[in-house]
T-cell receptor, first 116, second 112 residues
């Protein structure tokens, strides 16, 4: 079955530091890949996505590139801000055999804390 | 993109009681999904709700504990029955548009 593995947190960075959160996946088909963000006390929001190999998703200064050869989708940001403090979830969605869509598979989440 | 309204946003409940969570979507969708997020953990799918048929439950979740209704294409409810402190979690409603998942803001449930 499908699975997503992401680096454990918490990750603590100083403001303006470089961020990398690693994510690797296992899937039988050709999944779409996502990063979701959960700010304190809120639900999940889509941060970025990539639907095929070599696609780069980007949003709010965050980027992630779909690497099929390494089955990875690492999240990066060049300069983090205090407001980026949240939990980040890597996820994949695969198309079912019937042409429908299977459930979304989530990683365990990585908590990021940015300190001034 | 779908907009999902979920309520209540939080509740504190006595053990042994039940709570019904409502999820309203601003567009018609075939499938609605209910997730549980236990403290410090990732999301676990509870069940998939299709309009006009019984919900499909994931391993470890049963209808008697988590009955679901899906009366139309824009609305669903999840009931957490006979609650215990172990049910303290965030419960999230979700819908899909193509490959992308959208979430409600969640219901933070504390059972005392």
């Amino acid at each position: 079955g499908n699975s997503v593995t992401q680096m454990e947190g918490p990750v603590t960075l100083s403001e303006e530091a470089f961020l990398t959160i690693n994510c690797t996946y296992t899937a039988t088909g050709y999944p779409s890949l996502f990063w979701y963000v959960q700010y304190p006390g809120e639900g999940l929001q889509l941060l970025l996505k990539a639907t095929k190999a070599d696609d780069k998703g980007s949003n709010k200064g965050f980027e992630a590139t779909y690497r099929k050869e390494t089955t990875s989708f690492h999240l990066e940001k060049g300069s983090v801000q205090v407001s980026d403090s949240a939990v980040y979830f890597c996820a994949l969605s695969d198309q079912g055999d019937s042409g429908g869509y299977q459930k979304v598979t989530f990683g365990t989440g990585t908590k990021l804390q940015v300190i001034p | 993109s779908a907009v999902i309204s979920q309520k209540p946003s939080r509740d504190i409940c006595q053990r042994g009681t039940s709570l019904t969570i409502q999820c309203q979507v601003d567009s018609q969708v075939t499938m609605m999904f209910w997730y549980r997020q236990q403290p410090g953990q990732s999301l676990t799918l509870i069940a998939t709700a299709n309009q006009g048929s019984e919900a499909t439950y994931e391993s470890g979740f049963v209808i008697d504990k988590f009955p679901i209704s899906r009366p139309n294409l824009t609305f669903s409810t999840l009931t957490v029955s006979n609650m215990s402190p172990e049910d303290s979690s965030i419960y999230l409603c979700s819908v899909r548009e193509w490959t992308e998942a959208f979430f409600g803001q969640g219901t933070r449930l504390t059972v005392v």
